[in-house]
């Protein structure tokens, strides 16, 4: 299971953090991202993590602005968002990848959390 919390309404230029606590599941053994869904869009990657947190990837609306991490003490996924735009709200999804390759596409992915939703008000 994937808890994702963190949501909420900010303004544009303001942070929220995001987490993701996963329960269920052998943490060391899943490759970790992030999405976002706007209304009426696809889903759109944010941000991966490798299983041992030594290598992220980006999505290119995002790359210098979010940073993603991982706590193995608490199983959980971070995902830090600066410089916000409004082009950033969006419904953000947790996801898990088993195995050693980064999630980057809806399909890629075995387990999704529920979305917490991002308002980001110019």
């Known amino acids: 299971q994937l808890q994702a919390s963190g949501g909420g309404l900010v303004q544009a230029g303001g942070s929220l953090r995001l987490s993701c606590a996963a329960s269920?599941?052998?943490?060391?053994?899943?490759?970790m991202g992030w999405f976002r869904q706007a209304p009426g869009k696809n889903y759109e990657f944010v941000a991966g993590?490798?299983?041992?947190?030594?290598?992220?990837l980006y999505g290119d609306s995002v790359k210098g602005r979010f940073t993603i991490s991982r706590d193995h003490t608490t199983y959980t996924v971070h995902l830090q968002m600066n410089s916000l735009k409004p082009e950033d709200t969006a419904a953000y999804y947790c996801?898990?990848?088993?195995?050693?390759?980064?999630?980057?596409?809806?399909?890629?992915?075995?387990?999704w959390g529920k979305g917490t939703q991002v308002t980001v008000s110019s």
């Open positions: 996801a898990a990848k088993l195995g050693q390759d980064i999630p980057t596409s809806y399909s890629d992915v075995d387990y």
């Open positions: 269920g599941l052998t943490f060391s053994r899943y490759c």
């Open positions: 993590i490798s299983r041992f947190g030594l290598s992220t």
